[in-house]
């Protein structure tokens, strides 16, 4: 802008200056020409002498005068007409200069304004923008923490309804399992009490068979010693000295046969729940009639509760009569019970 204002300003002074110079020289020229016609008249080699008219050289005098006079003022005019020229120019320069520092300095305003505005207007928008996006953010942050947090009580209460469920499972299931258990041990129990009602009335039976069966043959005892009292003797049962040959005639297989039909027999009244006396052993002293009646029997050691079983077991139980030929070696004789 400064620089187009120079521009301005220099027109009317290099214009002021040329039509200067112009004056200049034509007043120069002028003045040459006067001197000059002069020159060659007065000091020139050839100088004719000629009488001159005063009146002439005056009224020469007075045009060139006049002449120089016109010439003047017409320089002046010039002069003047130039100065008005120079100062029109100087005032339409200054006077665009004044208006071209007014539409720089309105411009600079406007500029500068607008570039106010326009900052304004960014600092506004870029304020709006970061408060958009702190909303945005806040937002954003707020709906991530409710969703983490719905989450987070969605999880425990999906966990606590899950270890409800699985509670309410585990005690129902033990409360079946106890039924179940009690209802199994009320049946074994139920099921032992009558297989040891059944098993006491069966030796109940037994027992009164084998004491009827003890009184008859103890009755037929007495006759037979009546009769043979009464014929002196001759249907005696008292062994001979045969009857020791004939034990020497028994072998030690035919006792241990004997023994485990004892042990048998034993065993078919034994009771033993989930093979409770498993591996364990109870040593018993039987005593036994000819016929195989139990007159008596005693424990002489191993476990105990096995030992309280098996004498109970063996009062109940029908024991095989062994042979004539081997009863003195087992009409007391020792068992090594051992449940089945």
Do not use: W
């Amino acid at each position: 802008m400064s620089s187009k204002l120079n521009s301005k300003l220099n027109l009317p002074v290099i214009i002021s200056i040329l039509l200067h110079g112009i004056l200049i020289i034509a007043l120069g020229y002028k003045f040459v020409s006067d001197t000059g016609e002069n020159y060659g008249t007065i000091n020139g080699n050839s100088i004719d002498a000629i009488m001159i008219d005063p009146s002439v050289m005056t009224e020469q005098y007075q045009r060139q005068l006049q002449t120089k006079t016109n010439q003047q003022k017409a320089d002046q005019k010039s002069q003047e007409l130039l100065d008005k020229q120079i100062k029109e120019l100087t005032e339409k320069a200054e006077a665009e200069k004044a208006t071209a520092e007014k539409a720089a300095a309105e411009k600079a305003t406007a500029e500068k304004a607008a570039a106010e505005k326009a900052a304004a207007e960014k600092a506004a928008a870029e304020k709006a923008a970061a408060e958009k996006a702190a909303a945005e953010k806040a937002a954003a942050e707020k709906a991530a923490a409710e969703k983490v947090a719905a989450e987070k009580a969605a999880a425990e209460k999906a966990a606590a309804e899950k270890a409800a469920a699985e509670k309410a499972a585990a005690e129902k299931a033990a409360a079946e399992k106890a039924a179940a258990e009690k209802a199994a041990a009320e049946k074994a129990a139920a099921e032992k009490a009558a297989a040891e009602k059944a098993a006491a009335e069966k030796a109940a039976a037994e027992k009164a068979a084998a004491e009827k069966k003890a009184k008859q043959k103890a009755e037929q005892a007495k006759k037979d010693k009546a009769l043979n009292d009464l014929l002196g003797g001759l249907t005696s049962g008292t062994p001979s000295s045969g009857g020791a040959a004939s034990r020497k005639g028994v072998s030690d297989g035919e006792l241990d046969k004997y023994k485990s039909l004892v042990q048998n027999a034993i065993s078919n009244k034994f009771i033993n729940p989930p093979n409770v006396y498993r591996g364990k052993t109870c040593e018993l002293r039987i005593q036994i009639a000819p016929d195989g009646l139990l007159l008596n029997v005693t424990s002489k050691g191993g476990d105990a509760d096995l030992c309280r079983e098996a004498l109970a077991a063996t009062k109940l139980a029908v024991i095989p009569k062994p042979a004539s030929s081997f009863y003195n070696e087992v009409k007391t004789m020792n068992i090594e019970f051992q449940p089945k």
